[in-house]
C-alpha cells in the first residue's frame, strides 16, 4: 500500500513536470529545452515570495498562473514565431527549437543564478498526514492534487470545448487544421502559453519538497522528455499515465529492490515502452 | 582649433591624473578564482566559498592591501566561472595564469576539481591551499604535487570522527549497535560509505540497512521508510545537500526515532535550521566548528557584517583561514615570488581563526572537526582530528 | 576542388595542427585541446547524424564509458592506461551495435530522446555498479601525460575520423548513404541494406566517443562517474555540429571553432554572468545565422561568384 500511495504521489508530481512539454511539443510543436528552467523559475517565486512575505506557494500559484502564461505568450511570438515563419519542414523548426530553447535555457539559469544562487529551500506543509494506513508528507499530497486538478481540467477543455478541439486539430495535423479555418498560430500560442503555465505552477508546487537550485532545471527537463515520449507525443493522457507509471515503478524499485536503481528501472520501463510501441503508449503512427 | 585645444586639454589633465593616481597607490596584487557560479555545485559555493572570498578581499583592502616590500599594496580579484564543468574550470585556471598572469590563485570548490587543476597549479608553481577536498590519497597527491596542502581532513578521518561519535553515544547507553547507513552514489558518497562500512562493523556496529540511492533522486522516502522498517538506533547519510534537506524532511515525516541522526554535506548550512528550525535540535552532521573562541566569534560577527548572511558552520572558517596563511605566507616571505611563498607555507605555523595551522611533511594539516551536532541553533564540534575542543554529542530526542 | 586536392589540404592541416603545442601553452593549448576533443566527437557524430537524420543523445554515454573504464581499470584492476584505452572503444563497440540493432524501428524525435533515456540508464547503473560491487577508494588516473600528449593523441582520433569519413564519402556505404540520406524508401529499392548501414555508423560514432573519453580521463586524474556520463556533453556536441552544418565533413569543425572562440570570449568578457551572455548570444546565432556556419559560408560563396 505504501508504494502504491507513494507511487502515485511521485508520479503526480512527474506529471507536473511533464504536462505542460506535452502541450508545447504536442500541439506548438516547439521542442523546449527550457522547460526546466521555467519549472524552476516558478520554484524560485514561491520561494522568494514565502521567505520575503510569508506568502503560502499555494496563494503564489494565482499570482505565478497570469505572469508565466504572458511570459510564455511573449517568449512565443518574440522568439519562436519567426522560426515556425522561416522553417521549410518539421525537421528545420526541430532543430531551430533545440538550438533556440537552449539558448534560452542558459539564460534562465543566468538569470536566477544572479536572483538566487544558493538551494531555494524552506518548509511548508512538512507535516505526515495518515493515508490509507500510509504516512505521507502534506505537500506531496496537496502537490498530487493540484495536478490532477490541472490535468482533468485540461483533459475536459480539450475533449469538451470548441477551443479544446481546435488545440487537438492543431496536435494531429496543422495542415489540415488550417484548411477548415483554424487559427494555427494562435492555436499554436496558446497551447505554448498553457504549457509554460503549467509548467511553472508545476515548479512552484514541486519546491516545496524537492530543493531546488538555479541550475536543477536540466534535470526536470530531461524527465519530461522522457515522460512525453513515453506518452506519446501530443495526447495529454499519455503523459499522465507515462507519469503514473514511473512513479510507481521508482517507488517499488526503490522500496523492493534497491533505492540505488530507481532511476535505472525508470529508463529501462521506458526504453522497454518504446521497444515494444516505438510511438509511445498514446502515440499515433507518424504519417 | 577649439575642438583641437579642448583634446590636448583633456589629455594634459588626464596625464596628470594617471600620474598622481600611480604614484600613490602601488600595483595591486592579482588573486585568481575560478568559481562554480551555475551547475551542480554553485549551490555550496555560494555558501562557503564566495562570501568568504569577498569579506577577506574587504579586510585585506580595508588595511591599504598587503604588506610586501615595506609597501601595501591593494588585491585585485579576477573571477572566472566554469558552470561545473572541469574542462572548463582547466581551460579558465590556465587563462589566470597565463593571460592574466595572477599572483596567486585560491583552490576550487569539491574534490573532484581540487584535482583536476593541481596539475596547472603544479606547472606554474601556485600554493594551492584545497579546502573543500576530502580524499585518501593526500600522501600521493602531495608527492605528485608539492605546492598542494590539505586542510579540511581525509575520508577516513572523517568516518573515524562519526565512528568515535557513535561509540560514545553508545557507550552512554543513548544508543544499541543497530546503524542504517544510506549514501548519495557519487564519488563523495560512495567512497565515505565504503570507508564507513568497514570502520563501523570494526567498532562492533550491525549495519541493518546499506543502500545508495541516485544523485537527483526525487523522492526519498522509500528509503527513509526503508530505513525505519529495519529499526536502527542510530541513521547515518553520506548525502549532499539536497538529499540532506529531503531525507531530513522526510524523517521529521515518517517521525525516525533513532538516538542518533546524521547527514552528510549542507547540514552546517544556515539554511539548514532556516528550513528546519527546532526540529533538527540534536541532528549529527559532517563538520562543525567551536563557536567559542574569541577568533571565531569575531569571524562569525564580521562575515555577517560584511556579506549580509552567517557563514556555515563547517567549511567556511577553514576557507576563510586558508585565505589567512596565504595572506601571512605572502607577507612573512615579504614577496610575491610563488616558491618562496610556497616554501613559507610548508616551513611555518599560521594563526587563523580555526586555530593554528601547521602543515606536516605531507602538507596536511591535521586540525579539523569532523562531526558537528545541532545545539541551540549552533552546530558545534562534536569529534575532531587534533582540535581537541570538541565537546560530546548528546542524544537527538525526538522531531519537536 | 578535386579530391587529391582536398586530401592534400587535410593532410597540410592536419600537419600544421600537430606543431601547435610547440607554439602555445597553457591557455591556447587548453583551448586547442577543447577544440580538437569537440572536433572529433561532433565530426563523427554527423558521420551517423548527417545522412540518417537521427539525432542521437547518447555521446555523453560513449564518452563516459571510455572515461569510466580508463579510471576503473586503473584504480580497481591495475590495469595500464594503453590497455583501457584500448578496451573502452570495443567496449563502445559492441553496446552501439545492440542499441543501433535494437532502436532502428523508431523515428525522429522517439529516436533522440531514446538515446537520451540510454545514456541515463548507463549512468545510474554505473553508479551503482561502482557503488556495490568495486572498490569504491575513488577513481585515480595518475599518468604523466600532459596536455601536449593528450592534444597529439586527439589530434591522432581526429585525423582518423576525418579519414573515415572521407574514405566513407568514396565507398559503396558513402554512396549508398548519400541515397539514404535523401530518400530511404528509394534507398531500400535499390537493394541497400539500410539498417545494417545505419547500425555500423552508429557503432562508429560509439567507437570514437569512447576512444577520446579515454584520451580525456588522465586530463581530470580524478574521475566521477555523474560527471564522466555528462548530458551536457551530448547536447553540446549535438549544438557544434548543427551550427556547423552537417552536410559537409568539415562542417562540424566550423560550429566548434566559433562555437569554443565565443565560449571563451563571453567567459573573459563577462566573468559574473557568463551563463547568461552565452544564452543571449546563442539566441542572437540561430536567429541571424539560420543556416549554420556552413550555410553562411556557402551563401557568401555563391554570391561572390557570378556563375
Given at each position: 500500500m505504501d508504494i502504491v500511495i507513494s507511487g502515485l504521489l511521485l508520479g503526480g508530481a512527474y506529471a507536473l513536470v511533464a504536462m505542460g512539454l506535452n502541450l508545447q511539443y504536442g500541439v506548438a510543436r516547439i521542442m523546449n529545452l527550457a522547460n526546466g528552467e521555467v519549472l524552476v523559475l516558478g520554484g524560485l517565486a514561491a520561494f522568494w515570495a514565502f521567505v520575503s512575505f510569508g506568502l503560502s506557494p499555494l496563494l503564489t500559484l494565482f499570482l505565478i498562473a497570469p505572469l508565466a502564461f504572458a511570459g510564455s505568450w511573449a517568449i512565443y511570438a518574440l522568439f519562436l514565431r519567426p522560426l515556425v515563419k522561416r522553417a521549410k519542414s518539421r525537421g528545420q523548426l526541430e532543430v531551430d527549437t533545440i538550438l533556440a530553447t537552449f539558448g534560452m535555457s542558459f539564460f534562465f539559469v543566468g538569470l536566477m543564478v544572479s536572483l538566487q544562487a544558493e538551494y531555494f529551500t524552506y518548509s511548508f506543509l512538512a507535516w505526515p498526514i495518515s493515508l490509507l494506513g500510509s504516512t505521507v508528507a502534506a505537500n506531496r499530497l496537496v502537490a498530487a492534487l493540484v495536478a490532477a486538478a490541472i490535468a482533468a481540467a485540461l483533459y475536459l477543455w480539450l475533449n469538451r470545448s470548441r477551443s479544446g478541439l481546435a488545440v487537438r486539430a492543431v496536435a494531429v495535423s496543422p495542415g489540415s487544421a488550417r484548411l477548415v479555418g483554424i487559427d494555427v498560430g494562435k492555436v499554436s500560442a496558446l497551447a505554448f502559453s498553457l504549457g509554460g503555465m503549467v509548467t511553472a505552477l508545476g515548479g512552484c508546487l514541486i519546491s516545496t519538497f524537492v530543493t531546488l537550485d538555479?541550475?536543477?532545471?536540466v534535470l526536470f527537463t530531461m524527465k519530461a522528455l522522457i515522460i512525453v515520449i513515453m506518452g506519446g507525443v501530443g495526447d495529454i493522457r499519455g503523459a499522465i499515465i507515462a507519469a503514473l507509471i514511473l512513479g510507481l515503478v521508482e517507488t517499488a524499485v526503490a522500496t523492493i529492490v534497491d533505492p540505488g536503481l530507481t532511476l535505472v528501472a525508470a529508463y529501462a520501463i521506458f526504453l522497454a515502452v518504446l521497444l515494444f510501441r516505438p510511438q509511445g503508449l498514446f502515440g499515433r503512427r507518424s504519417a | 582649433m577649439n575642438r583641437r585645444m579642448f583634446a590636448c586639454a583633456a589629455a594634459a589633465l588626464a596625464l596628470s591624473f594617471g600620474l598622481s593616481h600611480g604614484a600613490k597607490a602601488e600595483t595591486p596584487i592579482k588573486l585568481g578564482m575560478v568559481a562554480h557560479l551555475s551547475g551542480p555545485l554553485a549551490g555550496g559555493e555560494a555558501v562557503t566559498h564566495l562570501p568568504n572570498v569577498q569579506l577577506w578581499l574587504e579586510e585585506v583592502n580595508a588595511k591599504g592591501g598587503l604588506m610586501v616590500g615595506g609597501k601595501r599594496r591593494p588585491v585585485e580579484l579576477v573571477q572566472y566561472d566554469d558552470k561545473t564543468n572541469p574542462a572548463e574550470h582547466i581551460k579558465a585556471v590556465q587563462r589566470l595564469a597565463?593571460?592574466?598572469?595572477?599572483?596567486f590563485m585560491v583552490a576550487p570548490y569539491g574534490t573532484g576539481f581540487n584535482i583536476a587543476a593541481a596539475p596547472i597549479y603544479a606547472k606554474y608553481n601556485y600554493p594551492m591551499i584545497a579546502v573543500t577536498a576530502i580524499t585518501d590519497e593526500i600522501h600521493e597527491l602531495t608527492a605528485k604535487f608539492p605546492n598542494m596542502f590539505f586542510t579540511l581532513g581525509s575520508t577516513t578521518g572523517f568516518v573515524e570522527g562519526a565512528t568515535r561519535t557513535l561509540e560514545k553515544l553508545r557507550s552512554d547507553g543513548v544508543i544499541g549497535s543497530k546503524v542504517a547507513m544510506v549514501n548519495v552514489a557519487d564519488a563523495f558518497g560512495i567512497e565515505l560509505a565504503d570507508v564507513a562500512r568497514e570502520k563501523f562493523t570494526a567498532a562492533g556496529?550491525?549495519?541493518v540497512y546499506d543502500k545508495s540511492y541516485p544523485l537527483g533522486t526525487p523522492d526519498l522516502s522509500p528509503v527513509v521508510k526503508g530505513a525505519k522498517a529495519a529499526d536502527p538506533d542510530a541513521f547515518v547519510a553520506w548525502s549532499y545537500p539536497p538529499d540532506t534537506f529531503a531525507l531530513t524532511e522526510q524523517a521529521i515525516i515518517e517521525d525516525l526515532q533513532v538516538g542518533a541522526f546524521y547527514t552528510a554535506v549542507a547540514t552546517a548550512f544556515p539554511a539548514y535550521a532556516g528550513k528546519f528550525g527546532g526540529a533538527i535540535e540534536g541532528n549529527l552532521g559532517a563538520g562543525g566548528v567551536n563557536p567559542e573562541t574569541d577568533a571565531m566569534k569575531a569571524y562569525r560577527k564580521r562575515h555577517q557584517e560584511v556579506t549580509g548572511k552567517a557563514p556555515d558552520f563547517w567549511a567556511s572558517a577553514t576557507y576563510y583561514s586558508a585565505l589567512q596563511v596565504l595572506q601571512q605566507a605572502i607577507e612573512g616571505a615579504d614577496t610575491t615570488d610563488r616558491e618562496a611563498v610556497t616554501a613559507y607555507i610548508k616551513n611555518n605555523a599560521f594563526d587563523t581563526v580555526i586555530g593554528t595551522i601547521k602543515f606536516d611533511a605531507?602538507?596536511?594539516?591535521?586540525?579539523y572537526w569532523s562531526v558537528g551536532q545541532w545545539r541551540n541553533g549552533h552546530f558545534v564540534a562534536v569529534a575532531d582530528t587534533g582540535m581537541g575542543d570538541s565537546v560530546a554529542p548528546v542524544a537527538k530526542k525526538g522531531w519537536k | 576542388m578535386s579530391e587529391r586536392l582536398k586530401l592534400a589540404l587535410g593532410v597540410l592541416i592536419a600537419l600544421a595542427a600537430a606543431f601547435v603545442p610547440l607554439i602555445a601553452d597553457g591557455y591556447w593549448l587548453s583551448i586547442a585541446v577543447t577544440i580538437m576533443m569537440y572536433t572529433a566527437l561532433s565530426t563523427s557524430w554527423a558521420l551517423f547524424s548527417g545522412p540518417t537524420h537521427y539525432i542521437a543523445l547518447s555521446t555523453g554515454a560513449f564518452y563516459g564509458i571510455g572515461g569510466y573504464l580508463v579510471a576503473t581499470g586503473m584504480s580497481d584492476f591495475e590495469a595500464s592506461f594503453w590497455t583501457m584505452a584500448a578496451i573502452a572503444p570495443l567496449v563502445a563497440i559492441i553496446l552501439a551495435g545492440a542499441i543501433g540493432a535494437a532502436t532502428l524501428r523508431l523515428s525522429g524525435v522517439y529516436f533522440v530522446i531514446f538515446t537520451l533515456g540510454l545514456a541515463e540508464m548507463i549512468r545510474n547503473l554505473v553508479s551503482w555498479v561502482q557503488n556495490n560491487f568495486l572498490g569504491a577508494r575513488g577513481l585515480y588516473v595518475l599518468t604523466d601525460f600532459d596536455e601536449r600528449h593528450i592534444y597529439w593523441m586527439l589530434l591522432a582520433v581526429t585525423v582518423a575520423v576525418f579519414l573515415f569519413g572521407w574514405l566513407l564519402g568514396r565507398s559503396r556505404t558513402g554512396f549508398a548513404l548519400r541515397i539514404l540520406g535523401n530518400d530511404e524508401e528509394v534507398a531500400r529499392h535499390v537493394g541497400i541494406d539500410t539498417a545494417r548501414t545505419k547500425i555500423l555508423l552508429f557503432m562508429s560514432t560509439g567507437f570514437f566517443a569512447a576512444l577520446v573519453g579515454a584520451i580525456v580521463a588522465p586530463r581530470y586524474y580524478y574521475i566521477e562517474p555523474n560527471v564522466v556520463f555528462s548530458p551536457e556533453l551530448s547536447f553540446l556536441v549535438v549544438i557544434m555540429a548543427l551550427l556547423g552544418g552537417?552536410?559537409?565533413?568539415w562542417g562540424p569543425l566550423l560550429g566548434v571553432v566559433p562555437f569554443t572562440m565565443l565560449w571563451e570570449a563571453v567567459s573573459a568578457a563577462a566573468p559574473n554572468a557568463t551563463t547568461m551572455v552565452l544564452g543571449a548570444a546563442f539566441l542572437m546565432i540561430v536567429y541571424l545565422i539560420p543556416d549554420g556556419i556552413t550555410g553562411l559560408a556557402a551563401k557568401l560563396i555563391r554570391t561572390r561568384s557570378p556563375s
Open positions: 538555479a541550475s536543477a532545471g | 597565463t593571460q592574466d598572469e595572477v599572483d556496529f550491525e549495519i605531507h602538507n596536511n594539516s591535521e586540525r | 552537417t552536410r559537409h565533413l
